[in-house]
């Protein structure tokens, strides 16, 4: 009779349409409510180039193609800043430091011989993003972000292979998750960003050995892209 009585109270409190939505207790309630607040933001990222051959035929008769056959992981750091609009919005300008690097391999169309090169590239990056954000869920708030950036080269280095222009442009898109902890934000994002600008430098009257010239002469645009997986401290 006990056990059947037991088993009563159990059903009724699963039968209760409250049980298991209870809100937990909020971190820092009101913490999206501040007008205006800083932070910053660390991460990895992978830098690639979208290139489009020329078909170029040298005066060897040599026909070069080329292509990033690996990625390698670059480290990124960054400010953030971050203007409230109202409930769902917020308006963000996100300073970065991206350092990473490339790595291209030239390869010929008849004899197979092939070229490697690499290109070191230290960027900071301004974006400007709007930031789509759900309703709160306890704890946690997932968003999206998309918005536009400008980007300038620290430190190009001339008489490579293949030269890069210092300016570039684009947009950029991406998910990530606000997790409320009792003293900040802790936010995983991951963004995906897309140069518009054609980064190809065609004056090459730096180059002191034309034997490389063919490298840069078989390619007729290149852009850039961008994978970036940060942690956002708000």
Request: net charge neutral.
């Amino acid at each position: 009779m006990r056990k059947i009585f037991l088993l009563v109270i159990v059903l009724s409190a699963l039968s209760d349409p409250t049980y298991g939505q209870q809100q937990k207790l909020q971190n820092r309630p009101y913490a999206d409510h501040k007008i205006f607040h800083l932070g910053f933001t660390i991460g990895v990222h992978t830098q690639d180039l979208m290139l489009t051959q020329s078909g170029h035929t040298d005066e060897n008769g040599e026909v070069w193609f080329s292509e990033i056959p690996s990625y390698s992981l670059g480290f990124s750091v960054g400010i953030i800043t971050d203007l409230y609009l109202n409930r769902f919005m917020n308006l963000r300008a996100i300073p970065t430091l991206h350092l990473g690097s490339k790595n291209l391999v030239f390869k010929e169309q008849v004899s197979g011989e092939t070229f490697k090169t690499g290109l070191r590239n230290n960027y900071v990056t301004l974006p400007l993003q709007v930031k789509l954000a759900s309703t709160r869920i306890n704890n946690y708030r997932p968003y999206l972000v998309a918005g536009t950036y400008g980007s300038i080269e620290l430190a190009s280095r001339k008489n490579q292979p293949i030269l890069l222009k210092p300016y570039d442009y684009g947009v950029e898109i991406g998910i990530g998750c606000d997790f409320y902890l009792p003293y900040f934000n802790l936010c995983p994002e991951l963004k995906f960003c897309f140069g518009l600008n054609d980064m190809l430098e065609k004056d090459r009257s730096d180059l002191t050995d034309k034997e490389l010239i063919k490298y840069p002469l078989s390619l007729a645009r290149a852009t850039q892209r961008m994978i970036v997986l940060s942690f956002n401290f708000e």
